[in-house]
């Protein structure tokens, strides 16, 4: 698949636990930032965003935190559930400065029944 | 509606072939950008258009890729000669504001 060669860092979790997927941003003036969801032969799926001016974002069984000052982004997913095995990756974007958007390195969430 | 699709899914070719591959973006949205997972690698951004223009490039790698986005709607970015290294996922994104919506990718094999 498209991860071969690519060393992921594993979260293991029970179903019905809950999750926390971990991401350290690099770029200090980044005022926005998006959580995506990959399956296995699929495209990054967004999640949650959040901006700089928040530290926290509820959505359906999300929740994304964000601490500005260790530069450090989270995602809390309330009751796992297996459908939500998959790759998490973090995204940060300095809106005013180019919409580019720096990914991280990605998290693969697998949930056992 | 329709999200961001991309064709074709899959793609292998020899190296010094030409490729070219499409994405049609949400109807309606104005930013348009492709990216690149190149394998053991994080996804990277390529370039970003507003409309037919290019906003962006500072990701593209070298001169042998080529995107346009003719008329402001589908784009096209072109590998013209493939190399081995070139071999990954093509995703495309758009987007009206901030948040990007990504299509399913191509995966590109060079061999």
């Known amino acids: 698949g498209e991860s071969v060669g690519l060393h992921l860092p594993t979260l293991s979790v029970q179903e019905g636990d809950n999750s926390i997927i971990n991401c350290a941003y690099s770029n200090s003036a980044s005022d926005y930032f998006i959580w995506y969801k990959q399956e296995s032969g699929k495209g990054p799926q967004f999640i949650i965003d959040?901006?700089?001016?928040?530290d926290k974002r509820q959505g359906q069984r999300v929740t994304v935190l964000l601490n500005k000052t260790v530069k450090h982004l989270s995602l809390q997913i309330a009751a796992t559930q297996p459908g939500d095995s998959a790759v998490y990756f973090c995204a940060e974007n300095q809106y005013n400065a180019g919409n580019m958007l720096t990914f991280g390195g990605g998290t693969r969430l697998m949930v056992k029944p | 509606e329709a999200g961001v699709t991309q064709f074709p899914s899959h793609s292998v070719i020899e190296k010094g072939q030409t490729v070219t591959l499409r994405c049609d973006p949400i109807?309606?949205?104005?930013?348009l950008y492709w990216y690149r997972r190149v394998m053991g690698k994080e996804i990277k951004f390529l370039l970003h258009?507003?409309?037919?223009?290019?906003?962006?490039e500072s990701g593209m790698p070298n001169n042998r890729f080529l995107a346009e986005r003719t008329g402001g709607t589908y784009s096209t970015l072109k590998v013209q000669p493939a190399e081995l290294e070139d071999s990954g996922v093509y995703f495309c994104?758009?987007?009206?504001?901030?948040?990007?919506?990504f299509g399913p990718g191509t995966r590109l094999l060079v061999l």
């Open positions: 258009f507003v409309k037919e223009s290019k906003q962006d």
């Open positions: 994104a758009s987007s009206q504001l901030e948040t990007q919506y």
């Open positions: 959040i901006r700089s001016n928040m």
């Open positions: 109807s309606g949205h104005d930013n």
